[in-house]
């Protein structure tokens, strides 16, 4: 056993919806309830179970929450009609779309058409852009990369200067928090990492911080680790349940039990990122309405540097 510090989501993320409950009791009070819709298109099994847990936990922390249940087939233009009402809707303050869609509808043309400042998941190409300015009190930035800003700065492990590698690039997660590592506030020197990048171990050798964010079990062995650097494992995968002896069960992406050996700190899977994105999605809901009724901008993120 080593003595690589277990980054707890879970406990952070009790810590942090606990500030947010004692908000919004006060806003309660003040007749103001912050409101979240979660759209769900069609019946993906997954996306069912993240929409419920979305929704679950603003309802636990005194929110309103409204699921938007419609069918695979929907039209773009209903599903528009629908994204429109909402968007006109004054107790629904965030709105988000789970994705992925069935295919026949375009995610960009979907999430263009949320109001921007009701875009709590911080997709829309206008939060996109104040992400990569920097506009914390005026666009939301995604909740993933934005819980591991948390995590990393609640336990003071800081980004001023140090080698930050991220594989994988998706829009949601790899590429902003490639931005948001790199910008003044975080100071980080930046390596963002894909499918084509030729000697990726060299390269998350470097890394003081490595971020994985692929979807590959024990795609990051012992060996691709520096000894002492910190590991934030985003994945999440669904294996096992092949036999009575092969409990099903959610992995991420890093080799935990040998990888802790040797990193400084790391995320467990489950218990991790996980946790922490459904807290900063009830956070960016809360901003959300205090920026719509009264007119506050707060900045959703600090650095860490
Ligand atoms: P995605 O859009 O499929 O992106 C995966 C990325 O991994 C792509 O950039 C891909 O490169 C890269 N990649 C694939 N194989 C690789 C390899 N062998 N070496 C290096 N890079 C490789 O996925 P995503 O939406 O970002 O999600 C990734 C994982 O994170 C999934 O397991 C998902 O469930 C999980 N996730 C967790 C949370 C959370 O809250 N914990 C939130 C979001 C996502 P190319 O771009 O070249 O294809």
Known sequence: ???????????????????????????????????????????????????????????????????????????????????????????????????????????????????????????????????????????????????????LRHHDIHTHGRHVVVVGRSLIVGKPLAALMGAPGFNATITLTHRHTRGLAAITRMADILVVVVGKPKLITRDMVKPGATVIDVGISRIGGEGADDKPRVVGDVDFEAVREVAGAITPVPGGVGPMTITMLMRNTLEAALRIHRGSHRPVLAGTA
Request: aromatic content about 4%; charged content about 25%; glycine content about 8%.
């Open 1 to 151: 056993m080593s003595g690589a510090r277990i980054l707890d989501g879970r406990a952070l993320s009790a810590e942090l919806r606990a500030g947010i409950v004692t908000e919004v009791e006060e806003l309660r009070a003040e007749g103001l309830v912050p409101g979240l819709a979660v759209v769900l298109v069609g019946d993906d099994p997954a996306s069912a179970v993240y929409v419920s847990m979305k929704a679950r936990a603003c309802h636990k922390a005194g929110m309103t929450d409204r699921t938007v249940r419609l069918p695979a087939d929907i039209s773009r233009d209903d599903l528009f009609d629908r994204i429109d009402a909402l968007n006109a809707d004054p107790a629904i303050h965030g709105i988000l779309v789970q994705l992925p869609l069935p295919p026949h509808l375009d995610p960009k043309a979907v999430l263009e058409r949320i109001r921007p400042e009701k875009d709590v998941d911080g997709f829309h190409p206008l939060n996109v852009g104040r992400t990569f300015v920097g506009d914390y009190a005026h666009g939301f930035a995604p909740a993933t990369p934005a819980g591991i800003v948390e995590l």
